[in-house]
Every structure is written in C-alpha cells, then in structure tokens.
C-alpha cells in the first residue's frame, strides 16, 4: 500500500545559498528500513523535478534512525537573493513528506 512520508516521519531541513539540507526521522524504529530502502538520492532528486537542479546526496545516521539529503542548486542564487517563490529548506522538508513510499501490508 502507497503511503505519504508524513504518515510515518518527520522532517527538519535548513538551507545555505543554493543548497537545502532535509533529515527525515521515522516516528516508528522499525520504519527506518523502509525509508533507507526506498528514500533514495535519485527518489528525492525525482520527487523533487525541476526545483532541485543540481545533485542529490544521501547521508545514512544509524545512530538516532536518520536519513540526511543535500540538495544542490535549490535557489538560483541563495534565498535572500532569489526572486522566485519560498522554497527554504522547511518549505522543502514539508514537500518532501508528500513523497508516496511502498509500505507492506498497509502497516502504518
């Protein structure tokens, strides 16, 4: 079944210039697999289309069951500078929990 991430983790993001950070938790421990499986760097650069122009990385923490992703080329020029609509890192985390992910057998 077809889950949105919010169902299941939350998300804290900041951003520099033109690159955004965004961390995602699972609320549950046992989600953290399910979010290393299937929230990948191509996942999120394919989420995200056009608003994220540059590379995609992942960064695995284990240790407190999180997922960090550096989003390059996210702000034509940093936000203060930006003549386009919000697109901070907290509008950001809050787009990314609207990616839909595969969860098994409907569990939530």
């Given at each position: 079944?077809?889950?949105?991430?919010?169902?299941?983790?939350?998300?804290?993001?900041?951003?520099?210039?033109?690159?955004?950070?965004?961390?995602?938790?699972?609320?549950?421990?046992?989600?953290?697999?399910?979010?290393?499986e299937q929230v990948t760097a191509a996942a999120v650069k394919a989420h995200f289309g056009d608003m994220v122009r540059g590379e995609v990385l992942r960064y695995e923490v284990p240790s407190i069951q999180g997922l960090n992703f550096v989003l390059h080329g996210t702000r034509s020029g940093g936000v203060s500078s930006a003549p386009d609509l919000d697109a901070h890192g907290k509008s950001l985390s809050f787009g990314l929990l609207e990616m839909e992910i595969e969860i098994p057998g409907g569990e939530g």
């Open positions: 079944m077809k889950r949105k991430l919010h169902e299941i983790a939350h998300s804290r993001a900041g951003d520099k210039g033109d690159i955004t950070n965004v961390s995602l938790f699972p609320y549950r421990p046992e989600h953290y697999a399910l979010l290393r």
